[in-house]
């Protein structure tokens, strides 16, 4: 039985020269340490290509990075809106409703969890320090000395979900990169975890036949200290390996 097939969405650089693809090496460990094979999908790829590929693969797993452009949602940008891509919304947003038409299982993280949201319909916070009411930090970035794979805040998840099942635990701690954060759900979509102060940390769709789950933190950095972050990359693997 050959290994599974996982398309990872890549990062393109924004207004830098020469123009690159590239993705953070964790993301290709971790699906490698849960047994799939990842097949890294760039933006630059022609429709025709990334289309050729995606007929192959398995499982789909949306990458972390820069803002999704705010009028995807209907929004005017934000002083704070950085890395926008229009290439790389419209291949992620184009994986993902692939994926869910096809019934291939997906994992989002971060940034993809926002562009999963964004790609059935939802919004998105364009800032949470903007934002009144919200004293935690989700911006570990700028905490001196707190190094990519540790934890800064707490998160919750809701008993009985699929985030659950598969990470094994109602209470985690987390490492946390973003300054985005889900307002309005797409549609489809349930939130199944939140931070101490409300925001969104998980998504799945409702359709209890649909793989599709969102993370906001980032479980591939986390994958070789905390069994929870390891459940999610086996749990899309596994599941792709029905497909294989
Ligand atoms: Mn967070």
């Not at 809106?81 to 869910?100: F, G, H, N, P, Q």
């Amino acid at each position: 039985m050959s290994p599974p097939l996982i398309a990872v969405s890549t990062s393109v650089t924004v207004d830098k020269y020469p123009e690159r693809a590239y993705v953070n090496a964790a993301y290709l460990d971790a699906v490698q340490q849960a047994g799939g094979v990842p097949v890294p999908l760039p933006p630059q790829l022609a429709p025709s290509a990334r289309a050729g590929i995606l007929r192959h693969v398995h499982g789909v797993l949306l990458t972390g990075g820069g803002d999704v452009d705010p009028a995807r949602f209907g929004e005017t940008p934000h002083p704070t809106t950085a890395e926008v891509s229009a290439a790389r919304d419209t291949l992620e947003i184009e994986m993902t409703r692939w994926a869910i038409a096809k019934h291939v299982p997906l994992l989002a993280v971060c940034r993809g969890l926002q562009v999963l949201n964004v790609a059935l319909g939802g919004s998105l916070y364009q800032d949470i320090p903007s934002e009144p009411g919200s004293p935690l930090d989700h911006s570990q970035a700028g905490l001196q000395g707190k190094a990519r794979h540790i934890p800064t805040h707490q998160v919750k998840v809701r008993d009985g979900s699929r985030l659950a099942g598969i990470l094994g635990a109602l209470e985690l701690d987390v490492n946390s990169f973003h300054h985005q954060a889900i307002k309005r759900l797409g549609e489809g979509l349930v939130d199944v975890a939140w931070a101490p102060d409300s925001i969104v940390e998980g998504l799945e769709l409702a359709d209890e036949e649909q793989f599709v789950v969102g993370v906001q933190w980032h479980p591939e950095e986390l994958v070789g200290s905390d069994r929870a972050a390891f459940n999610l990359f086996a749990a899309l693997v596994s599941r792709a390996r029905d497909l294989a």
